[in-house]
């Protein structure tokens, strides 16, 4: 079917000319097609775009394990199961948490928090997050998502074929720009679909976790590190198929990626109702477009940051909820180690604790349409006292079972991934539809702002805890 049997219709179910940011295509013959198409590909793009971050450093650290011959029994970056966090590539040491010095009784810290790794892997993304909402309107959609496979294809070139630590630093660096160009880059697109695509986005990017770790464990029977690692090459190339080929695109995506590459030829009055520059179907109608594609772009840096003013409400919560989570996952996960017997190592603890995590997170990303939450704060309130209590059982171990870190570890997981979902959607909901898009690109920087925070909050509190139990 052609796109000319798609009509944009305004919120108010008025005839609309389709050029605006917030309009939702509809087709007459094959909506419920076309709806499908939407979600699947909003699923995939998520997917795809997380799975890197899921596996890339604990692949890094296989490949420099491989090349250098070090091989050790119980790191926490075993291939057992990767993780979502980045893995430490430093020894550790081992504390007696008590008189006993059998193996059931020893905790063994690392020389350093997983948290030194995480920011290596933050810092880009955050650095696009903080700069891109400012310049991306003048780069047009399909040249992103090229640059977006292009880095994530590069990463994986890089670490698979790293001999030096250096160069796997560069792969995650690279990784690290895909899934920030990315993340900023899909979120603003959903501004032009309807507002479930928010949830669908979600759903993916939660999805990954536990997909990535449990792709790569899998491969990783058979393969070795560096074959695993150019097999995982054909996830960029799904995120380019489920953008170019899957994505039905709206006429708001058409003419704005047309006005950007050929801005040069428009009125300079700024009038591009004339559609004599534009070609075949984008033509727009006689009637005069009300609210032009990134309508935010056309405003100057000062107008832009009054825009952030009433997105705190957002991002306050977002930036709070991740910096506790972070927190957790790179402070405290690897010291919560149990004195008593259990049948596994210190490293498989480490790896269910996150495995448990990307469940929760999963399910609660997925969650939106079934269960939205309008008082995000109490999420993040929440994630704090969550801290609390972890942070009490790294000191003391009072909690009588494993089975109840699990049981914490999955609700922070639940808290985090609510807080992100919700957040975005209610943003589509209450922003104004001419800043949609900006407002959903710059919004996305408070959680890196919190996971960066964390990261380097986690380093301390993790020496101190360690300090703390070599003195027993």
């Known amino acids: ?60 650290h296989d490949i420099l394990k491989s090349e250098e011959g070090a091989e050790t029994s119980d790191n926490f970056t075993s291939t057992t199961m990767p993780t979502s966090s980045p893995a ?10 008590s008189s006993n010095n059998s193996t059931c009784d020893q905790l063994k810290c690392n020389e350093q928090s997983t948290a030194t790794i995480l920011l290596a892997d933050i810092l880009p993304t955050l650095l696009i997050k903080i700069t891109a909402p400012y310049f991306m309107h003048a780069i047009p959609y399909h040249v992103r ?27 995650v660096v690279f990784a690290s720009i895909s899934a920030g160009l990315g993340e900023i880059t899909f979120l603003s697109l959903t501004s032009h679909y309807p507002l479930t695509s928010v949830s669908y986005w979600s759903s993916g990017t939660g999805a990954a976790g536990a997909v990535g770790a449990w792709a790569y464990a899998l491969l990783r029977l058979g393969l070795s590190s560096r074959n695993t690692l150019l097999v995982c090459i054909v996830v960029p190339v799904l995120l380019g198929v489920s953008y170019w080929l899957i994505l039905p695109k709206p006429p708001s995506i058409l003419k704005y990626d047309v006005l950007v590459d050929e801005d040069s030829n428009l009125n300079e009055s700024g009038d591009s109702s004339d559609g004599a520059t534009l070609p075949g179907i984008l033509q727009p109608k006689k009637k005069r477009r009300t609210t032009p594609p990134g309508a935010s772009a ?33 402070g405290l996960y690897e010291l919560m180690n149990w004195r008593l017997c259990i049948k596994m190592t210190p490293g498989e603890q480490y790896r269910w604790f996150q495995a448990a995590y990307q ?114």
């Open 145 to 171: 998502i090229f640059l977006c496979v292009l880095t994530a294809i590069a990463s994986y070139l890089l670490v698979a074929f790293a001999h030096i630590i250096a160069l796997s630093y560069t792969g």
């Open 359 to 472: 469940f929760g997170v999963f399910i609660s990303r997925s969650s939106v349409q079934i269960f939205p939450i309008k008082h995000i704060w109490l999420l993040s309130l929440l994630q704090v006292i969550n801290v609390g209590i972890l942070f009490w059982e790294s000191l003391k171990h009072v909690f009588p079972s494993i089975i109840i870190s699990f049981v914490f570890i999955f609700y922070e997981g639940l808290l985090g991934g609510g807080c992100y979902v919700n957040a975005f959607s209610r943003i589509r909901k209450e922003v104004d539809p001419r800043h949609c898009e900006f407002s959903l690109g710059v919004a996305s920087m408070a959680d890196s702002f919190g996971i960066t925070l964390a990261g380097i909050s986690a380093i301390p509190i993790h020496n101190r805890v360690c300090d703390a139990l070599k003195a027993r």
């Open 1 to 60: 079917m052609g796109r000319e049997g798609y009509i944009a219709l305004e919120d108010n179910g008025d005839e609309f000319d389709g050029s605006g940011p917030r309009c939702t295509f509809r087709c007459n013959e094959c909506r419920s097609r076309d709806s499908f198409r939407v979600h699947m590909a909003f699923w995939l793009l998520g997917l795809c775009n997380n799975f890197g971050y899921v596996i890339m450093l604990s692949a890094a």
């Open 298 to 330: 056309k405003m100057d840096f000062r107008e832009k940051l009054s825009l952030l003013r009433p997105l705190l409400k957002f991002m306050v919560p977002l930036f709070v909820v991740y910096f506790a989570e972070y927190l957790i996952n790179q």
């Open 88 to 97: 430490t590539l430093l020894p550790a040491t081992t504390v007696n948490s």
